[in-house]
């Protein structure tokens, strides 16, 4: 289970999270919206310990960031934004690398070779990353992700350059991952798959979380009819004056 609370993250002088809190159940799979620059990435990356937070708290199946660090790596996979993955190691190397660094080498070949079949990697195994290409990349840093026992999995934007292949394979994947009790957060544009795949939708604006909710509550929400799709809600709610303004209505 992952919990986050007053997430407030400032770069100098910019806001960029503004004392956002939420958590994501063992599991479930909530999706993280919000237009470009509200915030998603630096949730995430806060999440991760990669960025120092200005204040607030994130937790993982109990353990805190700030006092237990390792506990919270080790339960944790981030699949960022932008792959940052080793050029100069093999495919296989590189994936071998991660599940050490996590020491989880049990049933490591078998693990490893469903992963580059199901993401059409198994050939390019003995090649440098360097000679991937960027969706193949985008590929790596997703079995990366699945190959050690994390119990939170973060997404940012994991669909984007993916072929439509590797895309199923990613969402059977994450729903693979909640029937095993994993908590997942996903940051995402997609709409309608943020739809289909998602538990809950929590959609920031300028730092802000605006709304949170199911499906149905955000409809309520928005002051929509049952049909609305997530696109008619999210341009609702996120448009200057939204609803949540002009009705103040609490937790928006
Ligand atoms: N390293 C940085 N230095 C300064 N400001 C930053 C930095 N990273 C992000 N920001 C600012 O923080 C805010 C939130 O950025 P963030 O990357 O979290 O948004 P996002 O929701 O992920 O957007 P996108 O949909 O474009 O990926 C923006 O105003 C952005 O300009
Ligand atoms: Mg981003």
Do not use: W
């Not at 050490?100 to 390019?124: C, I, K, P, V």
């Not at 009819?225 to 937790?251: K, V, W």
Request: aromatic share 6%; glycine share 8%.
């Amino acid at each position: 289970m992952l919990i986050v609370r007053n997430l407030t993250k400032y770069y100098r002088t910019v806001q960029a999270l503004d004392n956002v809190s939420f958590s994501v159940a063992d599991g479930e799979i909530v999706g993280l919206l919000g237009p470009n620059g509200a915030g998603k990435t630096t949730t995430l990356r806060a999440i991760t310990g990669i960025i120092k937070l200005t204040e607030g708290e994130v937790e993982i199946d109990g353990f805190s960031l700030a006092k237990d660090e390792q506990e919270v790596k080790r339960r944790l996979a981030y699949v960022p934004e932008v792959p940052n993955p080793f050029e100069m190691l093999t495919v296989i190397e590189h994936i071998r690398f991660i599940a050490m660094a996590y020491n989880t080498m049990s049933g490591f070949d078998e693990r490893s070779e469903r992963l580059l079949h199901r993401f059409d990697l198994y050939e390019r195994r003995n090649d440098l990353v360097l000679t991937l290409s960027k969706g193949m990349k985008q590929k790596l840093a997703i079995i990366c992700a699945f190959i050690h026992d994390a119990r939170t999995i973060l997404f940012d934007e994991p669909l984007i350059g993916i072929d439509p292949k590797g895309a199923r394979e990613l969402k059977d994947m994450i729903i693979e991952a909640k029937e095993n009790g994993c908590s997942v957060l996903i940051s995402t544009h997609m709409l309608d798959t943020a739809e289909r795949l998602c538990d809950r939708i929590i959609i920031l604006r300028s730092g802000q979380k605006i709304a949170e909710g199911t499906l149905a509550e955000l409809q309520e929400r928005a002051r929509l009819t049952q049909d609305a799709t997530l696109e008619d809600m999210f341009l609702t709610l996120t448009a200057e004056g939204s609803a949540s303004e002009s009705t103040g209505l609490p937790g928006l």
